[in-house]
């Protein structure tokens, strides 16, 4: 069979945390529809809900790769925010900025009321959100955000190395930034959610890959065990976009990896500081996630792989380092699941959206930034579909960069990221 999604070795272990879950049917035989959904991750959701809103006499079928719940979409940290989270100092990163969070908070709330609507649970829970320094360099990103906060009015507050320990119980880091808006919440439970609740004209199908791709008239997809036709074709499966011919040279895959540990005693989860739940991210890009999970498990994330993934022992070893480090006194504490997810990379942070061709449209370069991103320029893209322009969106999010070919492209990677891994120091 052709592989056109990321391929998983190891169990999602934010799914891997929640009761067993009945996948829905493969898509089976000949199949007609209007528009054609391909992954079910919080863009493609988002795109087929909003296309039932605006034309709820169409047939919408969704297809997913495998169980929902075990993609992307739940294979990542599980931060949401109704304001994004770059603090520019220019006039220009200010008005960028203000339009970024119209955005963000359209999309957050989006989510929100679907909670609410259908009343499933994902553990969303107000936290406020951190960015912590671990070396100078560190430092200089944390007064940045300091200022660039005072000057966009955002509440918030700075967190010198005793304020932080006392918060999340390590002493690893110097300083840190604190914005007060800011979510965690659990991305296995609000995928699930999302998916359970979908308007009954919108048919979704599991372990059902496609495996082709073609524009004859109508658009034709093949399944393993389905033949489709469409009139129009979303793509939300990210990165794996490239396989059907399409953004080559915008969007590179990078794996991503994460662990939660094994439940720990009181008198170790004591240690886990004062917040009940709280969860930080780097000041370097490159740099390790962690946030605690429910009362006794922590959650790290760190490690990056380009267009292949890295074998077990070789993740689980780092991530174990990058918690111990910061843990030392528990360094006696296991990670009980650990798993690898890939997300859509662009040269310059800016994602691939809108119309790819006649008729095929699609979200690709997520940035490791997907749940509310995802939501918005998912629904945003059914509008699009059903005739309403966007101009306000692109000069937003910007437009994703060319990339060079290879062998070039892996070259400057490897080079890149070698450099920024030195840059990062004590952030990984």
Same mark, same amino acid.
């Not at 991103?373 to 999010?397: F, N």
């Given at each position: ?127 406020? +959100?951190?960015?912590?320094?671990? @070396?100078? &360099? /560190? ?7 300091? !200022?660039? %906060? *005072? =000057? ?97 040279? +915008?969007?590179?895959?990078?794996? @991503?990896? &994460? /662990? ?7 008198? !170790?989860? %004591? *240690? =886990? ?119 306000? =969106? ?35």
């Amino acid at each position: 069979m052709r592989q056109t999604f990321p391929h998983y070795p190891d169990a999602c272990g934010w799914d891997a945390l929640l009761p067993p879950r009945e996948p829905r049917a493969p898509a089976k035989g000949s199949l007609r529809v209007k528009y054609a959904v391909i992954g079910a991750g919080y863009t493609g959701l988002a795109a087929a809900r909003r296309l039932n809103e605006l034309d709820p006499e169409a047939a919408i079928l969704v297809l997913e790769a495998m169980n929902v719940g075990e993609g992307s979409s739940a294979r990542n940290s599980g931060f949401a925010n109704p304001r994004d989270s770059a603090f520019g100092l220019s006039p220009a990163d200010v008005a960028r900025g203000e339009r970024l969070n119209r955005y963000a908070t359209e999309g957050f709330n989006w989510l929100l009321a679907l909670m609410q609507q259908y009343g499933f649970d994902c553990d969303l829970t107000l936290t406020g +959100r951190i960015t912590a320094a671990a @070396t100078p &360099a /560190g430092e200089a990103k944390v007064r940045s955000l300091l !200022d660039g %906060a *005072r =000057l966009q009015g955002v509440v918030h507050s700075h967190l010198d190395a005793d304020g932080l320990a006392q918060w999340i119980g390590s002493r690893y880091y110097r300083s840190g930034f604190r914005a007060e808006e800011g979510y965690l919440l659990q991305p296995a439970k609000l995928i699930r959610g999302l998916a359970a609740c979908l308007p009954e004209a919108i048919t979704l199908c599991e372990h059902s890959p496609v495996l082709s791709l073609e524009k004859a008239g109508a658009w034709r997809l093949a399944t393993p065990e389905s033949q489709i036709v469409a009139d129009v074709v979303v793509m939300a499966a990210n990165a794996s976009i490239k396989h059907f011919g399409y953004l080559r040279d +915008r969007v590179v895959t990078i794996y @991503t990896y &994460a /662990g939660i540990t094994e439940e720990m005693p009181p008198e !170790d989860a %004591a *240690r =886990l500081g004062t917040a009940a739940a709280w969860g930080v991210l780097p000041a370097h890009r490159l740099g390790t996630t962690v946030r605690r999970v429910g009362p006794n498990r922590l959650m790290v994330r760190s490690l990056y792989a380009y267009e292949r993934g890295l074998s077990q022992e070789t993740v689980r070893t780092a991530l174990t380092s990058c918690f111990h480090r910061r843990y030392p006194e528990l360094a006696h504490v296991k990670l009980q699941y650990v798993w690898g997810g890939t997300t859509g990379l662009t040269m310059n942070g800016a994602p691939n959206w809108g119309r790819f061709d006649d008729n095929l449209y699609g979200f690709a370069g997520c940035n490791g930034s997907g749940i509310v991103k995802g939501t918005v320029l998912g629904k945003r893209l059914a509008e699009m579909i059903c005739g309403t322009p966007q101009p306000d =969106l692109e000069s937003a999010y910007g437009r994703a960069d060319w990339i060079a070919p290879e062998p070039f492209r892996t070259l400057g990677f490897h080079v890149i990221s070698a450099i920024e891994r030195r840059k990062a120091g004590a952030e990984m």
